[in-house]
């Protein structure tokens, strides 16, 4: 079983920053990539931001100059720093992560799997 819990999220006034962090844990052999999408009342699930291990940063067009994303592989982890929020912001933030799980060690078995957080909830508000 691979799990990964967001947390981090919160209310703010408009301009405000905040920083979402998530942790992936299991029988985790390795982490392809990871990454933030928000669900708004609505509106389909949109990327915010990705990154694949040892590559760059993929943004969506509302992220791209406000948020960053980082990883951290050795905890499998991944960050969302938020700044200069505005209220089209507000939504429920899921994690994402594709990693390779091991299935045995002899012999050696892997086995790609995909696995979403329960998400965080992200206010922006006056």
């Known amino acids: 079983q691979v799990h990964v819990v967001e947390s981090g999220g919160g209310s703010v006034q408009p301009g405000g920053s905040l920083r979402l962090s998530c942790a992936a844990s299991?029988?985790?052999?390795?982490?392809?990539?990871m990454g933030w999408y928000r669900q708004a009342p609505g509106n389909q699930r949109e990327l915010v931001a990705s990154?694949?291990?040892?590559?760059?940063?993929l943004y969506g067009d509302r992220a791209q100059g406000r948020f960053t994303i980082s990883m951290d592989t050795a905890k499998k982890s991944v960050y969302l720093q938020m700044e200069n929020l505005e209220p089209e912001d507000t939504g429920v933030y899921l994690c994402?992560?594709?990693?390779?799980?091991?299935?045995?060690?002899?012999?050696?078995?892997?086995?790609?799997?995909?696995?979403w957080g329960q998400g965080t909830t992200v206010t922006v508000s006056s």
């Open positions: 990154m694949a291990t040892g590559d760059s940063a």
């Open positions: 994402h992560a594709e990693t390779m799980i091991e299935l045995s060690r002899a012999p050696h078995r892997v086995q790609f799997l995909e696995v």
């Open positions: 299991g029988n985790i052999y390795s982490v392809n990539a």
